[in-house]
């Protein structure tokens, strides 16, 4: 099974940045899109960044600009940049992968993200 592990958060003030980091295991990593998704309390979770096996990055109009997703096949790992960090991007950052060898949609356990001052 697909194992996806997030890291990288913490408590920053505002304007400052993060990166966050996604290792996977147990998957075919490259040839599968990766999505980073963030739940605010209180709110849905939503989707902030996505990145095809070839490296196309797509991001959610909130994040356009602040936020860069990258990856690196050789090490099984997807990453998110954060910079210019707002008290709204508080939230739990997760990392999930449609897995095409499993059929299925793995989610990792989550990493918090706390923008205050």
């Known amino acids: 099974q697909v194992q996806l592990v997030e890291s990288g958060g913490g408590l920053v003030q505002p304007g400052g940045s993060l990166r966050l980091s996604c290792a996977a295991s147990g998957t075919i990593f490259s040839i599968d899109a990766m999505d980073w998704y963030r739940q605010a309390p209180g709110k849905q979770r939503e989707m902030v960044a996505t990145?095809?096996?070839?490296?196309?990055?797509n991001y959610a109009d909130s994040v356009k600009g602040r936020f860069t997703i990258s990856r690196d096949n050789a090490k099984n790992t997807v990453y998110l940049q954060i910079n210019s960090l707002k008290p709204e991007d508080t939230a739990v950052y997760v990392c999930?992968?449609?897995?095409?060898?499993?059929?299925?949609?793995?989610w990792g356990q989550g990493t918090q993200v706390t923008v205050s001052s």
């Open positions: 990145i095809t096996s070839d490296g196309t990055a």
């Open positions: 999930g992968q449609g897995s095409t060898y499993y059929g299925e949609y793995f």
